[in-house]
């Protein structure tokens, strides 16, 4: 992937580079774990409707899809192209993609392990990391509709490595 060519605005900036070359392994990993994870939740299937803890561990496998479109949306954001139609496009479909494998799936399994809080067993102890994931999720899509949705208040030119936390 190092050997793909550069964008000239990446090019100019060694931190951009090294962002760019970040985002095109994060990509890579993203459609090929997202895939996989697709192939993953056919052969768990069974776990979700058994109500076993297999299914939950299907279901977190779903994120990986939506990394495909979220790493589309960074590397067009350190091009400087979000007015390309590609862009706008992915940016509402990546919003979906957050909802439906991120957002969706998690209140299903804050929900399925809440039923287990009172056992005190392995489901009580996943119900805590699940609410720790919970506030995290629900951090990164406001960040994301803050974002791609909300205009800008300040000038874009004092966010010059803004790039780095988005």
């Not at 994120?63 to 949306?73: A, C, K, Q």
């Not at 960074?74 to 007015?83: F, H, L």
């Not at 509402?92 to 399994?109: E, T």
């Amino acid at each position: 992937l190092s050997r793909l060519p550069l964008p000239v605005h990446v090019r100019a900036d060694p931190l951009r580079t090294w962002r760019w070359h970040n985002l095109l392994v994060s990509f890579a990993h993203s459609i090929v774990s997202g895939i996989w994870a697709l192939l993953a939740m056919g052969a768990f299937f069974s776990g979700i409707f058994w109500s076993s803890f297999v299914g939950g561990g299907v279901l977190t496998l779903l994120v990986e899809v939506s990394n495909i479109f979220l790493t589309i949306r960074m590397m067009m954001k350190i091009n400087n192209a979000q007015d390309h139609l590609l862009y706008r496009v992915n940016k509402y479909v990546n919003l979906v993609m957050y909802f439906v494998f991120r957002l969706a799936p998690q209140v299903y399994l804050t929900h399925f392990f809440l039923r287990y809080v009172r056992q005190r067993t392995l489901g009580t102890f996943l119900l805590g990391i699940l609410l720790m994931l919970d506030v995290m999720i629900i951090i990164y899509f406001s960040r994301l509709l803050r974002s791609d949705f909300c205009p800008e208040r300040v000038p874009r030119k004092q966010h010059k490595d803004k790039f780095l936390t988005e």
